[in-house]
């Protein structure tokens, strides 16, 4: 698929779409609007100290307010695609029971206005924000959870069938189950190593069955998909130690996720791993059938790699049961304003090993980007030359891996604005449009110039 290197630089294949993404609770604002009630992120942002600066989504970047503006910077980027996120909250806002049609209606005002500035709209249902009447009956340690997120996927694919071209099902469950249950730094903010192996499950069975609600209400073929955090797990060195606490978190990481959806079981190693914490009976007869419902494509979020070895790590840890185990290091060189370190050949890895292990499934790059501070001069332009570098060498990556035939049909840039950074709040910025959260106004950084010349090119210019 890919063409030849050529001197000018490096070209993408014909038809690559290019793409930006945000996120309801990072973006929207309207917290309380058209009928919207609280999930589990306003709950948690509005508890003091969990947040950082107290930040909340209230207000956000006010994209519910600013839509059209915000598709017209993605008119003039050039992008093919726009991934966004549905507020769960605010289609159908207990969780349960039938929609809120105002909620669907700026969902539509969205869709129609991609499609008519030519935007593939790219719909995920959840990315993280649970209606905090579902945690207060149990959350995603409870399997019910899953069937109402079965129920609500297929509420919105009857209403927004039409107009969506690829449904994600999750954005990253290993955040929103670990992060959210076992480490408690993301919402609901549990610190229960147990339930959070549970909430995994239950996503994986979540997204089953949403798969097979979307197939039910969706009117025609759709590109349906999932999106996971994959972990670029490297061991610090080839002993026996290290690279069996790389075989720990490879299983808790990616295998816990990619086993059953892809093929339908649970790694051995991981219910042998976490045997002190459950025994997995909450897996039902049947359950694993349901998380390998086929699916078009796989998204692939990327920041930094994961640097492990033999050795202990902080307690309360996003990884059940690996505390006592696993010590993560930093991997050398520079870092981002995150400190996640700089290192595109973990996404290179990564894409190999998909290839090698998942031959038959298209990938889509659907988030990767970085927080960097950025500096406005005397006549307001936003320079970001940090971002812009960081943007190339992983692009770059991406080229490589489809020199070696790894099968890539995209690339949704993390982010289009400046939005809520959740635990970090306002204060990292992942966009390449600067967003002055006290008036709102949007100016578009050196990067959103740089990057619309990639789209317009279909590819980089030689660096
Ligand atoms: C992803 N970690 O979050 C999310 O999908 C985005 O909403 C978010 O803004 C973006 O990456 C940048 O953070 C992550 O701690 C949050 O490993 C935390 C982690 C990974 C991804």
Redesign the pocket.
Known sequence: RPQARAESGLTFPTGFRWGT?T?AY?IEGAAAEDGRTPSIWDVFSRTPGKVRNGDTGDIAADHYHRMREDVALMRDLGVSDYRFSVSWSRVQPTGRGPAVQKGLDFYRRLTDELREAGIRPVATLY??DLPQELEAAGGWPHRETAERFADYAGLVAGALGDRVATWTTL??P??AAY?GYASG??APGRTEPAAALRAAHHFNLGHGLAVRALRAALPGPAEVSL?L?LHAVRPLSGSEADRDAARRIDALGNRVFLDPVFHGRLPEDLVADTAALTDWSFVRDGDLAVASEPIDSLGI?Y??PTVVGAGVSESPS?WPGAEDRVRFEPAPGPRTA?D?PVDPDGLYELLVRLRDELPHVPLVIT?N?A?YDDYADPSGAVHDPERVAYLHAHLAAVHRALADGVDVRGYFL??LLD??????GYG?R?GIVHVDFATQRRTPKDSARWYARVVARNGLAAS
Do not use: D, I, R
């Open positions: 993404a996120a990072q990315h993280w954005n990253e290993w955040c992060l730094v993301h999106t955090n979020n920041y930094s996003p995150m996640w988030e980007g927080a993390w982010s939005n809520f950074e959740w635990a970090y990292k992942f």
